[in-house]
């Protein structure tokens, strides 16, 4: 965990730093925002900001935001002050810790940073197989690649790698590679000079850099451009990079894991994907299996984010009935451990009598979940049939092209990745027609959610 501390409070965030350090934190202090925007951009990195709530917060977010900087942040103050609790949170920050600080309070949040992504939770013998594997090959430098269904759990067997490799101590950081626009991609990996590009107001160290010594994750690396493919070709095979606008190579110790939820050997005959960076990245294969062929893993997981959530939301766990845990059992799916996650924490919320039976487990649209395989394809093609009985007559050729992508990007639980492979059209042309579709006013599912943020 690297903890940044922004600010002073009369010396009670010296008391904050001791405490998180007793924790295991390493911790970085600047005394004010330029400082602190300063240690981000120069590769320090941070997992979590903890700032002194008479620092300009809301423009600190705004200048994060602007250089694409994405780290959260807990505000603190003197005392129980709502009215400074309630800016800062407007603001941006996620939490307000009162300050002198309470010990099991720092700890709380420094765990709840670092304890889901990095959590594994499994039962079934398939995913014990890779694990088993993971543990065996996380001790050596080799790329690895890994695969599978998109909400499977791939960025958390890449930080089980990492947690178990030599470099387990430094830093593990994760670029979405189709998250960012691609003529932005080249910048965040390997950095950029102060200057290189309109809006480049200062040097900033990429993630290439960032993560020197440790883990570096290009997730849904089959998004990236094929250009610049080549670069990252040549840093992986030389082991050095050049900054947008640099004049001399930069030296780099890291790490490199991949993953994908496409076919990258169709990718390279489609002359998408380069297939000597295939070679390169393909050293060891974790292919994870999706969540139906693992069904040993789908109760465990279900008590395991019921406890989560119910910590989160304040409220006790609460055990499955043996309904639910067959309907559980029994659905397929298809947007895998992030579709589960999502559906066991609205149970939580919907259960009474303190169990959670089959009618708190629902979908989405608030339909109860099946219960047997029958059923699923009695409900798939009721879905099917309703959706081809709505009329388009009268309607305009860009309305039914936008209902259609909102549609598959729902089916897909905001996956873009996913959804633009079902429309057969590229990530950069659906980022666009959503972006064009925001700045209309219309919703947009988020990733892992649908519209309405089931």
């Known amino acids: 965990m690297r903890l940044l501390i922004v600010g002073t409070l009369d010396g009670q965030l010296t008391t904050a730093t001791k405490i998180a350090m007793d924790r295991g934190a390493s911790v970085t202090h600047a005394g004010e925002l330029t400082s602190a925007l300063r240690v981000l951009r120069g590769g320090g990195g941070a997992d979590l900001l903890m700032v002194d709530v008479g620092v300009d917060i809301a423009d ?14 807990v505000a603190c103050g003197i005392g129980a002050d709502a009215k400074s609790a309630v800016s800062a949170i407007k603001a ?23 304890q889901d992504q990095s959590s594994m939770v499994f039962r079934d013998e398939a995913m014990a197989a890779l694990v088993s594997l ?54 965040e990996l390997f ?40 670069k990252l070709l040549r840093a992986l095979q030389e082991r050095v990079i050049d900054r947008v606008g640099g004049s001399k190579p930069v030296a780099v110790n890291i790490r490199v894991l991949a993953t994908s939820n496409r076919d990258l050997t169709q990718a390279v005959q489609d002359g998408s994907f380069r297939e000597d960076l295939l070679y390169r990245l393909n050293v060891v294969n974790l292919k994870l299996p999706p969540l139906r062929e693992r069904p040993g893993d789908i109760l465990a997981l279900s008590e395991h984010f019921i406890r989560i959530y119910a910590k989160a939301n304040g409220m006790k766990p609460m055990p499955i009935s043996a309904e639910a845990q067959s309907a559980l059992a029994a659905n397929e799916w298809r947007g895998n451990v992030r579709e589960l996650e999502n559906t066991m924490h609205r149970a939580l919320l919907l259960a009474q009598g303190g169990e959670i039976g089959l009618e708190a487990i629902r979908m989405p649209d608030g339909t109860p979940i099946a219960t047997s395989p029958a059923q699923q394809a009695a409900s798939r093609a009721a879905s099917a049939a309703e959706a081809l009985s709505r009329t388009m007559v009268g309607r305009t050729v860009a309305d039914v ?36 579709y925001a700045q209309d006013g219309v919703e947009i599912a988020q990733p892992g959610e649908t519209r309405g943020g089931s």
């Open 191 to 230: 950095g950029h000079e102060k200057g290189a590009f309109t809006g480049a107001v200062a040097r900033r160290i990429g993630k290439f850099e960032e993560a020197s010594g440790g883990t570096l994750l290009l997730d849904e690396i089959s998004e990236m451009d094929v250009r610049l493919q080549a």
């Open 134 to 187: 993971a543990r065996q090959i996380a001790p050596s430098d080799a790329s690895v690649l890994i695969t599978g269904e998109s909400g499977s759990g791939k960025e958390v067997i890449a930080r089980f790698v990492h947690e178990n490799s030599s470099r387990k101590d430094k830093p593990f950081i994760s670029i979405n590679c189709a998250a960012i626009p691609e003529h932005l991609l080249e910048s």
């Open 60 to 73: 600190l977010v705004g200048q994060m935001e602007q250089e694409r900087i994405h780290v959260p942040i």
């Open 401 to 436: 092209e936008r209902d259609l992508i909102l549609d598959t990007l729902d089916h897909c639980l905001g996956n873009r990745t996913h959804a633009a492979k079902i429309l057969g059209i590229s990530i950069r042309t659906l980022r666009n027609k959503l972006n064009q």
């Open 92 to 114: 941006g920050a996620k939490e307000y810790i009162p300050l002198p600080p309470d010990p099991e309070l720092i700890a709380a949040v420094l765990a709840a940073v670092s």
